[in-house]
């Protein structure tokens, strides 16, 4: 049953991502931006997180965990941003369906191989037969999707 909900939850978590999607493509259309939308929208997160943070009571981290933290894990708005760009970017060029089915194809090949190599502290899981087949339907998946 904890995994039935786990899995509802990221489910959800990918709804919300390809919806967040499709409202920062108004955004872009309403401020004629493509960057402006896509700082809204990390503004509106930044305040969101704030209240979470504060909501749950959570500490500030101490400067030793702060100066512990590994230097490739400050990069991941790095990313966060360059993809929030793309996808209002390539959202009216591509359509939603068929940019969401890019964008899942690439997370998965992207998540096999970082397993695969366990980097960035991942626990290594091989890339086997099963997971080549489903990496492989995946990308069919794309073609079939596409307009």
């Known amino acids: ?13 990918g709804v919300s991502v390809a919806t ?12 004629n931006s493509p960057a402006w939308a ?8 930044l305040l969101t997180m704030i209240v979470t943070v504060i909501a749950l009571r959570e500490r500030i981290p ?11 894990a400050w990069s991941g708005g790095v990313f966060g941003g360059a993809f929030i ?7 009216p060029l591509l359509g939603a369906a068929t940019l969401f089915a890019l964008v899942i194809a690439g997370q998965v ?3 096999v191989t970082l397993d695969h190599f366990g980097a960035f502290g991942l626990t290594p ?7 080549l087949a489903g990496a492989a339907l995946l990308i069919a998946g794309v073609v079939l999707i596409r307009e």
């Open 109 to 111: 090949l992207a998540a």
């Open 125 to 131: 899981h091989p890339i086997g037969a099963a997971r």
């Open 62 to 72: 101490s400067w030793k965990t702060i100066a512990d933290v590994p230097w490739y």
């Open 38 to 45: 896509a700082l809204v929208s990390y503004a509106v997160g």
């Open 1 to 13: 049953m904890q995994h039935f909900l786990l899995y509802l939850l990221a489910l959800g978590a």
């Open 85 to 91: 760009l793309l996808v209002i970017l390539l959202l």
């Open 20 to 31: 967040q999607q499709v409202l920062n493509g108004n955004l872009r259309t309403a401020l």
